[in-house]
């Protein structure tokens, strides 16, 4: 991408920005898949996206519908290019139409992140309460082992009910033809698990050990389209028992028999509360980084432009409302919970300043010290954001042009490590009494 910036009186910049046919091509691509994603269109063999959007949508020119989508993933190229870390996202100006094909032109006004300063930049101190991994939490471990250990057996024989596990025999048919994924000779099964469509259920609660019975119940289904369709099957089952979970006693010898890399079940014990310990030490780290962050921030002085407040809300709000969507729960419940929507609004307006109070405060460390950023603090900035694949992080957020992003994400880190490492800290011991108020 060709950038041109000229920096304006008013200390924004002016960008002229040209993106290759090359660039224009993978940004309606990946709008294309972004589009496939949101609608929960399947891949299909030898088909592209665009193809499967007409044949089942009868949409003929996908690239404009998801035009604007491909727009805004050029703009972070754009930034990136200058070098400078913008106060809020910039609204593209196209100049030029976004074709297959052809580059494309668009001009940006840019507003750099300001520099803010500090009322002192002497070090913090705060108080942390000491933490120790309890004996109760290895306890629960070692139960979650065991549940994953835990075997069924047989019960004493009664009607199935709601919640019950039970060993079945079935055979099941859709359209005369055998569906060998629902036929089995034993299979142990708990009624109301979500394991079955509830038509299954309905007629499995109720029976008798020993007791055969035929029915039909419909499930979901996928045809040669790759539509969801409903499916009716013909079932035969049999209850054989009435079963019971039982969870193994772990103990020396159940160590022995199932965990020989432990000489007994005490060193298996060490070995998990040094498991905990590990994780402990990490999240007692991040507490005290937070606490840090959030004590010099009551040294930022300066306002905040409206704009900033209005995308940092917005991405907020944003990032809650898919979280909440993943919960199963409708927006209007979630606020509620909060509270009722004077309240949670109220709570996200503090918690937006606060997030950019203590963003700047970090800035302005990091500047103030002349700290470096390095390879090794860009790859603890990706860790941060998911301990299990950092590389594919770092990869997305570079190839999608948020280097400046992630720049910006690991300086702030680094400016909060140096703050911590020369923090007064007084560690609290958990039994002493609380303080009179």
Not at 230 to 250: L, M, N, R
Not at 302 to 322: C, T
């Amino acid at each position: 991408m060709k950038v041109t910036q000229k920096k304006l009186d008013d200390g924004t910049l002016f960008i002229d920005a040209v993106a290759s046919t090359a660039e224009v091509s993978n940004a309606l691509n990946n709008a294309h898949l972004a589009f496939a994603q949101q609608m929960g269109m399947r891949p299909e063999k030898d088909k592209t996206v665009a193809q499967a959007a007409e044949e089942r949508m009868g949409i003929k020119d996908l690239d404009s519908v998801v035009m604007n989508q491909a727009v805004e993933a050029l703009v972070p190229f754009a930034i990136d290019k200058t070098g400078v870390i913008p106060a809020f996202p910039p609204q593209p100006e196209p100049k030029t139409a976004l074709k297959r094909g052809q580059t494309f032109q668009f001009a940006l006004h840019l507003t750099p992140k300001p520099d803010y300063e500090l009322t002192s930049y002497e070090p913090v101190s705060i108080t942390v309460q000491e933490v120790s991994v309890d004996e109760s939490q290895v306890d629960a471990q070692i139960s979650q082992v065991a549940e994953r250990y835990a075997e069924f057996v047989a019960d004493d024989p009664h009607p199935v009910r709601k919640g019950d596990s039970c060993l079945l025999a079935m055979e099941s048919y859709e359209n005369g033809e055998k569906l060998p994924g629902l036929t089995t000779d034993a299979r142990t099964y708990t009624t109301g698990a979500g394991l079955m469509p509830d038509g299954f259920d309905e007629n499995i609660v109720g029976m008798n050990v020993g007791e055969t019975k035929t029915f039909t119940f419909e499930g979901p289904g996928i045809d040669d389209e790759g539509n969801e369709i409903v499916e009716t099957i013909e079932c035969t089952a049999t209850v054989k028992e009435i079963q019971k979970k039982v969870a193994p006693v772990i103990d020396d010898a159940w160590v022995a028999k199932y965990m020989p890399m432990y000489k007994d079940l005490a060193a298996m014990r060490d070995d998990i509360r040094n498991g905990l310990n590990r994780q402990l030490s990490g999240e007692y780290e991040n507490y005290k980084r937070n606490l840090a962050a959030g004590e010099l921030a009551k040294r930022f002085k300066g306002s905040i432009a409206d704009e900033v407040y209005e995308s940092m809300s917005r991405n907020l709000m944003n990032n809650l409302r898919a979280e909440v969507e993943q919960q199963n729960m409708t927006w209007d419940q979630f606020v509620e919970q909060q509270g009722g929507e004077q309240q949670f609004n109220m709570m996200m307006m503090m918690q937006t300043r606060q997030m950019l109070v203590q963003g700047y405060a970090l800035d302005a460390v990091f500047r103030h010290e002349g700290l470096v950023v390095s390879d090794e603090d860009v790859q603890e900035a990706c860790a941060s954001m998911n301990p299990q694949n950092p590389q594919g992080v770092r990869r997305q957020m570079e190839e999608s042009g948020r280097g400046f992003a992630l720049r910006e994400a690991a300086e702030r880190i680094k400016a909060n490590k140096w703050l911590l490492d020369h923090a007064e800290i007084t560690v609290k011991d958990p039994n002493e009494a609380p303080a009179a108020e």
